[in-house]
């Protein structure tokens, strides 16, 4: 291991309802092709999330059901940790935003915050609506933007141009519960001093040269315009405000995106906590040499890197107004706000509410979770929007996952095992078995470099086209025709075997659950890629139960680099097929079940 600590925080998937494809394609699979490549390199990784379980959409599901809050927060957190433990996705902690220690990190902010200046009390205009008198969530208010005049911007931010909003600003506001015209009375809230952070929020950016172009040019040209922003809600379900006088209303909380950023570093306290060493989490949020990695979809660019960061920079005093650092001590900033773009189906944007969707679990009761794994990585929405189609999915599982990289394997492991029934002795080598063999090994380190800069489109890529020289010289060598001269068909087989080791080690940050049966397949024992693991656990503060996702990764046995083949001998079985091959009809099939609006 090394001295090198990262933290890997994954958006908190939304604990509405299940995700789909699109969801995990952003925040799920690029967080984690990161986190175990880095833990395969030898890093400390810290890899935390959690469902956000907070605001009115809870509410407002709850209501249409009959049942409380925390009810539909259950049921989903349990769906969602599931369809997440079986993608794959290394957390050292999965937990929920409803925890008592959640509560008391994210109270703990607000009071540093409040301590240094930079939140303050200001009565404001609330929408509420005028047939039920409850209040309506920015959210939950659409309009058109005063700012591009796009018709259908909400009440907090306009997904067209990328600008905060009140909902006091939209033209023609409206409810999008009821369709009502909302009510406007005054309130009082809490407002954090966005202003006061533009100095050191500029500061900040202007480091971050190596950030996805996208993202740091949006969030500079947020920089222009920063207007103080509500960090308390009117809504009964949420974070009590942490003030007497607030603490016991039952009509003020705190804003749920402010809560749910706080959510990163409660969730790495609360891992503290239960690894036995309650300081553990300072490693990666307050030593100089520790790196800090965000990942999400392009829509909460805004809420990573301007809204937590003014947070952090506002508890540790280093702002404007100046101060010092919180109870906590002072807190590391991003080092990297990773924003993947939007995956679309079949050329229409994902929709629950039309039923444009396939949810994680359905898509997993069909179909490899490497297949999906495969298809984000090689085809996802890195750079720029990407369209999910079935046909394509099914080209890229058959042609590349199958006959490539699948088909390598099995021809190889199943020649060794017909004709020797074990790892082949290798004879000397020839020049084709040495450039194979530095193809295959030297490989790790410019694939490395493009894990650690996200750039995975760009190692995926590089990888299969690894696995291609190895298919080419399988065919080149063609050890099926030396019968007459076993020394040498062994030799071929012993490079190709050693070569499949290699690339296994390349893929094993894409494709987890396969490269522990290639790792078998080539008489290798014990656990090479940790899987994460589902445990019931109580609250450690008021002794609610709920599920987390964890995983004892540091036991796994893959590493960043070329590992030796088991030895001669070490006897092989004949291999079934790593993955499915799909035909016509997954295609026509899947459509059908699109438009009659399935899963």
Not at 183 to 191: A, L, R
Not at 491 to 519: E, G, M, R, Y
């Amino acid at each position: 291991m090394t001295d090198r600590h990262i933290l890997t925080a994954v958006a908190w998937p939304y604990a509405n309802g299940p995700r789909h494809i699109g969801h995990v394609s952003g925040f799920g699979v690029p967080s984690d092709v990161f986190s175990r490549y880095h833990r395969m390199a030898g890093d400390k990784v810290l890899m935390v999330s959690g469902t956000d379980e907070h605001g009115t959409p809870i509410t407002v599901a709850a209501d249409a059901e009959g049942i409380t809050p925390r009810e539909i927060a259950d049921r989903n957190n349990r769906i969602i940790v599931g369809d997440l433990q079986s993608l794959g996705l290394s957390y050292d902690l999965f937990t929920r935003t409803t925890t008592a220690n959640h509560a008391a990190v994210s109270q703990e902010i607000f009071l540093g915050l409040l301590k240094n200046g930079y939140v303050f009390p200001q009565t404001t205009l609330g929408a509420i609506s005028p047939s039920t008198g409850r209040t309506l969530p920015d959210r939950y208010i659409e309009g058109t933007c005063p700012i591009c005049g796009y018709d259908g911007a909400r009440g907090d931010q306009c997904d067209n141009c990328g600008n905060q909003l009140d909902p006091t600003d939209l033209i023609n506001p409206v409810s999008k519960i009821n369709g009502e015209t909302p009510k406007f009375v005054e309130s009082e809230h809490y407002f954090l001093d966005l202003p006061a952070f533009t100095k050191a929020l500029g500061d900040w950016l202007a480091t971050r040269k190596s950030w996805r172009p996208n993202v740091l040019n949006f969030s500079v040209n947020l920089l222009e315009d920063l207007k103080p922003r509500s960090y308390t809600r009117d809504i009964d379900w949420g974070v009590p405000v942490p003030l007497d006088g607030w603490r016991d209303r039952p009509d003020k909380r705190i804003y749920v995106w402010f809560d749910a950023v706080v959510g990163y570093l409660s969730a790495s306290i609360e891992w503290a906590r239960r690894s036995g060493d309650p300081e553990a989490w300072r490693q990666w949020w307050q030593t100089p040499d520790s790196d800090a990695y965000y990942f999400m979809g392009k829509d909460n660019i805004v809420f990573h890197s301007e809204i937590w960061p003014a947070q952090l920079l506002g508890y540790n005093g280093e702002g404007d107004k100046g101060g010092t650092p919180g109870s906590l001590g002072r807190l590391n900033l991003p080092t990297e706000v990773v924003s993947s773009e939007f995956l679309t189906m079949e050329g229409r944007k994902f929709s629950s509410s039309r039923q444009v969707v396939i949810y994680v679990r359905d898509f997993l009761a069909r179909y490899d979770a490497d297949a999906l794994r495969y298809f984000i990585a090689v085809a996802g929405p890195e750079n720029q929007d990407t369209d999910f189609t079935w046909a394509e999915f099914r080209r890229r599982n058959n042609d590349e996952l199958v006959a490539g990289w699948g088909n390598l394997v099995n021809r190889s492991v199943s020649m060794a095992a017909k004709n020797v029934g074990a790892v082949p002795t290798p004879g000397e080598l020839t020049d084709a078995d040495r450039a194979l063999l530095a193809t295959t090994s030297g490989a790790f380190r410019p694939i490395g470099e493009l894990l650690s800069r996200n750039r995975q489109k760009a190692a995926i890529g590089e990888t299969m086209r690894v696995v291609g020289e190895a298919n080419k010289y399988l065919s080149d060598q063609a050890p099926w025709k030396l019968k007459e001269d076993p020394a040498r068909r062994d030799t071929v087989l012993h490079t190709a075997l050693q070569a499949i080791k290699d690339c296994n080690a390349l893929l094993t940050p894409f494709l987890p659950h396969s490269a522990q049966q290639v790792h078998e397949l080539l008489g290798g024992t014990g656990v090479w890629s940790v899987a994460p693991e589902v445990h019931d656990v109580t609250d450690l503060d008021d002794g609610s139960p709920y599920p987390i996702i964890t995983g004892p990764y540091e036991q796994g046995q893959a590493v960043w680099g070329s590992t030796p083949l088991a030895a001669p001998g070490t006897p092989l079985t004949p291999p079934k097929p790593i993955f499915t091959k799909l035909d016509e009809s997954v295609v026509e099939e899947e459509l059908r079940r699109l438009e009659e609006g399935g899963a």
